[in-house]
């Protein structure tokens, strides 16, 4: 091991003890253990070009562990990415470039935003399906045009939770050999020793998930490290788990405990650190010596970049038609979705069987969704005909089967999006977004526009009985900030659901759907589906009366509003309540007047909520609690969810 090495370590380990110290908060037990292997890794492995980080080809780098996050922010600083020794001063202060854990979007370098950990594992996996799938699709046998890696630190922590298992055996079973994890293997979690809750033999388990494991004996032998990964990267049918045993706290006299986890440590004993690791320096000092050997990496990138870019023009000539598409999936420019907006022919249909059939014009028109379900294909209609699925021999196909893993499948999808150009996409049925809550959450926070489908979205799921039927996920879901939910009342409102979603650019969508069939109505405005509400049957400009519905709900309120004759009644379909929220006060007035303070609202789901928009004197019919196992027709009569349920409370509310 050079001097320089060993110097170049300590400097990152210096400036986590100065940042953690100077921000009195955060955790420099991990990066201390990591530095050497986050040093070996992206000083003399990574490709990418600190001075242009979206380029395409760039290997990946994600810190599962994102408590460790100052690891990755000396990292990037050192390499010469936009981040000043001042932003590491500023280290988790507000509005900083260095927030507690890595943010993507915010900090220049970072790939995904991590912290609740095994997500960032997870998202890893997806950025290395997204890898595979265009390797293979664009690659030729003369140019491999897409050929970088997808590498992660992850931590014990993060082998324990279970959407990292979950996403492990994704990865292990499609062969993903471009996915190289470095676990930090030092047996200590935020309680105490890992035997307190956990005793298994993490490589054996990976091994019969279908990975090349490596054992790295010593944390501090950069040279073993980078023999490993490139052992790791001669391996291409499997990917690989390269376990570093490694020390929390290296140089604190807390070292190996959990004790060192978090918080900063004092002055006295960060000076201890500081002379374990021979380091002399003033705090956010680094010598010269250390600058130079990092600019290295500057040199190598914008080298990289540049042979890539001549690669990409030979590629252009011998390949035209592929480049053209290759260079929209770069660039992120979609052709436009107009095509979509046919009315559907059919009577009737249920929901989930439309936006199966538009989810696969999608596609015919711009192929760059993959995805799946969660083991519901057939009946989420997720699949895209005529594709095949992934596989250990082949990721050319769009479509996954994630399996019955609704948490890893919701966090992959999000890594394929974040990758760039594709766009992940993923089904299950609406109650099942419990499993999922934390991924689409991770989703709206990032800026990620994935995409969920949810299918049975209602107690009309029936004799599946409660487990099944969804109550409070509706406004569950409507709760979460960046995050549009949206009710398609039958099919032609799910074309433009579906356009909806894949026109955004930084929020996601959940597309909730039914199984039963429902009238298509030719009445539906895709503008108004766009604007969130819109008056699907309109009486007058101020109705006695106005009735709010969502989804097969508003086929109901139709059905109501043909028997109340006499009365001057506006039905008015709300498919998404963060869409109308987002409308100047003029269309929200055109379409819920002020004056008219007469208003019921019509879901088979939680009324809570709905008071915003009907108001102190409106009324909500929905369902407030668990539903029963029974057909359909029988649970709704039981429940008193009928059109001439709504036919009384209409008359009973025009009477006053």
């Known amino acids: 091991m050079r001097d320089i090495d060993i110097q170049s370590v300590a400097a990152i380990r210096s400036l986590v003890v100065d940042s953690v110290e100077n921000a009195k908060h955060g955790h420099m037990g991990a990066p201390l ?37 100052m690891l990755q922010y000396a990292l990037l600083h050192l390499c010469g990415y936009d981040l000043s020794i001042d932003d590491l001063k500023h280290f988790r202060q507000i509005d900083s470039k260095t927030p507690g854990h890595p943010e993507v979007h915010h900090t220049p370098g970072v790939e995904a935003t991590t912290g609740p950990l095994g997500q960032g594992f997870s998202m890893t996996v997806g950025l290395a399906i997204a890898q595979a799938h265009l390797a293979e699709r664009f690659n030729k046998k003369d140019i491999q045009i897409i050929s970088n890696y997808i590498y992660t630190i992850c931590g014990d922590g993060d082998l324990e939770e279970g959407v990292a298992m979950e996403a492990a055996a994704i990865a292990g079973n499609l062969g993903l050999g471009k996915l190289i994890v470095l676990y930090d293997s030092n047996d200590v979690t935020s309680d105490g020793p890992i035997e307190l809750s956990s005793r298994e033999h993490i490589r054996k388990k990976f091994e019969a998930m279908n990975w090349q494991t490596l054992l790295v004996n010593d944390g501090n032998d950069i040279v073993e490290i980078g023999k490993a990964i490139e052992e790791a990267k001669k391996c291409e049918d499997m990917p690989t788990l390269i376990e570093v045993k490694t020390i929390i706290g290296f140089g604190s006299t807390l070292q190996g405990t959990e004790k060192i986890h978090s918080n900063p440590v004092g002055e006295v004993e960060a000076e201890h650190i500081k002379k374990s690791i021979h380091w002399e320096y003033a705090p956010f000092e680094i010598p010269d010596s250390v600058r130079d050997n990092f600019a290295e990496v500057i040199t190598r990138g914008e080298a990289d970049e540049k042979s890539w870019n001549e690669l990409l023009e030979q590629y252009k ?36 069987s439309a936006s199966g059939k538009v989810l696969n014009k999608i596609y015919q028109l711009n192929p760059v969704l993959v995805g799946g379900s969660a083991d519901l294909a057939s009946s ?39 990758y ?39 107690l009309q799921v029936g004799q599946d009985g409660p487990t099944h039927q969804p109550v409070e996920h509706l406004l569950s879901l409507r709760a979460m900030p960046n995050l549009v939910l949206i009710r398609p009342a039958e099919a032609n409102e799910t074309i433009a659901a579906w356009k909806l979603a894949m026109e955004s650019k930084n929020r996601p969508f959940v597309i909730a759907l039914g199984r039963h069939d429902v009238q298509v109505n030719k009445d539906v405005s895709f503008d108004g589906v766009a604007k969130g509400a819109y008056v699907i049957s309109k009486d007058a400009d101020e109705p006695e009366l106005i009735l709010i519905a969502t989804g097969s709900e508003v086929e109901v309120a139709l059905e109501a509003k043909k028997k109340l004759t006499g009365h001057k009644i506006n039905v008015v379909s709300m498919p998404s309540w963060e869409l109308f929220d ?75």
């Open 380 to 418: 989420n209609k997720t699949t895209i005909e005529g594709k095949g699925f992934m596989n250990q021999n082949s990721h050319v196909n769009p479509n996954v089967h994630f399996g019955v893993r609704e948490f890893e499948m919701a966090s992959i999808i999000n890594g394929i999006t974040l």
């Open 582 to 656: 987002e409308q100047d006060e003029a269309y929200k007035e055109s379409v819920l007047p002020k004056s008219v303070s007469k208003r019921i609202s019509v879901e088979l789901g939680t009324t809570l909520g709905w008071q915003k928009y009907v108001g102190c004197q409106g009324k909500s019919i929905g369902i407030d609690k668990f539903g029963k196992s029974a057909p359909a027709k029988d649970l709704l009569n039981d429940y008193d969810f009928t059109v001439e349920r709504i036919v009384k409370e209409v008359e009973e509310m025009l009477a006053k």
């Open 33 to 69: 253990g990591t530095a050497p292997m986050g040093y070996e890794l992206f000083k003399n492995h990574m490709h990418f070009n600190p001075k242009n980080p979206k380029w395409f080809n760039r290997d990946r780098f994600v810190l599962t562990s994102g408590h460790g996050s």
């Open 317 to 352: 000539q011998a390949y035209p038609d592929e480049y053209k598409l290759l260079k929209r999936i770069i660039s992120g420019e979609a052709p436009a979705l107009n095509e979509l907006l046919v009315p559907f022919a059919e009577e009737k249909m249920a929901t989930r």
């Open 420 to 458: 760039g150009g594709l766009r992940g996409y993923c089904g299950t049925f609406l109650v099942f977004s419990d499993y999922m809550r934390s991924a689409i959450r991770h989703a709206a926070l990032m800026e990620t526009p994935s995409i969920f489908v949810m299918t049975h979205d209602s």
